[in-house]
């Protein structure tokens, strides 16, 4: 494994972006809402440390805002990585459980580079008043994923890719060199996986069939913030306090941008790697179809993949049919009708 990889006990990234997944919606709708529960979920915000967090009103963004300047500037950026094949495959449900693993994989070599420049940097007057390890830190959740994917000796089974080896030494060098473009990282990893990530959990759920308990998907349960919107608003509002000049900010955005396309190298090359893997260890090409399971159960749904998919999705969808009790029903009435009909043409 990679020297740099390995500095600490733990850590490499599929997405699984998570902000790398979905546009977050949150800050760019505006929604009139009753003023109780709004303050019901500004009470939940959990502090950095120094005691309960008692959030002021919010005040209508400003374009000079640093999360609306960083929003606005990796708009296309963050388009482009939430349409990547990888991205695309998993949230339909497409996922190789390999795959899957690795791509925890990258996260915890990537978490941990980060977690690990943050702790150092804590102290830094940009840097402070976004650290909050409690909350956010997802190291160990990573380590017992993990543990629970690849068992006791994880450790020795795991390495560092080298797309993964790229993004974790730029986040090394900004730690030493430029504390304050971890901002851009950290806000690019941790806003994703408060809002896209939740989606890819269900999603991944679902389609590897994991325990209901949450064994394999610890690294999306945030179990110190009960209110995902206020923590981001909270999160924000704390980016928007720091003291950057035009020219620092622009140097947040480049980064922000660099981060995305550090993520996006990632899916390439699990998709790469998804090629050498064999088709039966897909999850019987059963994709997750909305709120409402696998595509078995969504004939529409089926058909109208089938349409645009190609023969090799329909040989799918029929083989996933075949193995549920009913389509086996349906498909021996079917082909009982097909061959009376042969033989009466045939007389």
């Avoid at 929604?31 to 500004?42: D, F, S, W």
């Avoid at 400003?62 to 708009?75: C, H, I, N, R, W």
């Avoid at 480049?254 to 190298?265: G, L, R």
């Avoid at 004939?299 to 999705?313: H, L, Q, S």
């Amino acid at each position: 494994m990679n020297a740099s990889c390995r500095r600490t006990t733990g850590f490499c990234a599929c997405a699984l972006d998570y902000r790398s997944v979905l546009v977050n919606w949150t800050g760019r709708l505006k929604v009139c809402k009753n003023k109780l529960p709004e303050a019901m979920e500004a009470t939940q915000a959990k502090s950095n440390g120094a005691g309960p967090v008692h959030e002021d009103k919010e005040d209508k963004p400003s374009p000079d805002d640093l999360s609306e300047v960083l929003a606005a500037g990796t708009k296309d950026v963050h388009e482009k990585a939430e349409n990547t094949q990888f991205v695309k495959d998993f949230l339909r449900g497409r996922i190789r459980k390999e795959l899957f693993k690795l791509g925890a994989v990258a996260l915890y070599y990537t978490y941990t580079a980060i977690e690990e420049e943050m702790e150092r940097n804590k102290d830094h007057p940009q840097i402070a008043p976004i650290y909050f390890p409690s909350e956010l830190h997802r190291h160990d959740a990573l380590s017992r994923d993990l543990q629970y994917f690849y068992g006791h000796d994880w450790q020795d089974q795991i390495s560092c890719s080298q797309a993964t080896q790229h993004y974790v030494e730029r986040i090394r060098q900004v730690g030493r060199e430029d504390p304050v473009l971890l901002v851009a990282h950290a806000y690019t990893r941790y806003m994703g996986d408060l809002s896209g990530g939740q989606v890819l959990k269900k999603v991944a759920q679902r389609a590897l069939k994991l325990p209901s308990t949450g064994e394999g998907l610890e690294f999306y349960q945030f179990d110190a913030i009960h209110s995902a919107k206020a923590f981001k608003q909270l999160y924000r509002s704390r980016m928007n306090e720091i003291e950057l000049d035009s020219v620092t900010k622009k140097k947040l955005v480049d980064e922000a941008v660099k981060a995305f396309h550090f993520n996006m190298e990632v899916f390439e090359e699990l998709e790469e790697i998804g090629k050498t893997i064999k088709d039966e260890v897909l999850d019987a090409g059963m994709p997750v179809h909305g709120e409402g399971g696998d595509i078995s159960k969504c004939p529409y749904y089926a058909a109208k993949m089938a349409a645009t998919g190609g023969t090799t999705y329909a040989c799918q969808v029929v083989m996933a049919l075949l193995r549920n009790p009913t389509g086996q029903v349906l498909f021996a009435t079917w082909f009982a009708a097909l061959a009376g009909l042969a033989a009466w043409y045939l007389m």
